[in-house]
């Protein structure tokens, strides 16, 4: 779903660079949309039915809680606002939450890493504990047999 949020944005951008002399058509902007998703094309088929039966708020609060992830939502009141936003304006806000996007998704692949780290950390001091375990028992078992030997 976020992959296809981020295409979104990008086909979002590339539509405003192309378009920023003539006003926007939001319909137009969202059938677009819609034919470059895999993912996210029956959230926009739902949302341009409602847009298209005049249910504006309806539309955009359909998208925001089917993709339900705080991206979705920040990309719905985006779409929300296509016919009030000029192209140049919106290019740079395309660039901003791409770039926003980007940091999240570079922030979660910090985090997992970090997570698989600590992992491999604790099961290699796991490994170098039971040696260091198994050395001790050895060294005092093989000293507590010779000293049986010495009694006996």
């Known amino acids: 779903m976020e992959r296809e949020l981020y295409g979104s944005v990008i086909t979002l951008k590339n539509l405003a660079i192309v378009q920023k002399d003539r006003p926007f ?3 137009f902007i969202y059938e677009r949309l ?7 094309k029956p959230v ?6 409602l847009y298209r039966n005049g249910r504006d708020k309806e539309a955009f609060q359909v998208f925001a809680e089917r993709t339900g992830t705080r991206t979705g939502r920040n990309f719905a009141a985006i779409l929300s606002k296509l016919d009030k936003i000029n192209p140049s ?3 740079k806000q395309m660039e901003v939450f791409q770039n926003a996007m980007a940091e999240e998704q570079m922030t979660a692949a910090l985090k997992t890493a970090q997570k698989k780290s600590i992992l491999a950390t604790v ?3 796991a490994s170098v504990f039971a040696l260091l375990v198994n050395f001790a028992v050895v060294v ?3 000293d507590a047999l010779a000293m049986l030997d010495n009694l006996f």
């Open 123 to 125: 099961w290699a001091a």
């Open 44 to 49: 926009y088929e739902e949302m341009l039915t």
């Open 89 to 91: 304006e919106l290019v």
């Open 25 to 27: 058509v939001a319909d």
């Open 140 to 142: 005092v078992f093989l």
């Open 34 to 40: 819609m034919e470059n998703s895999w993912v996210l």
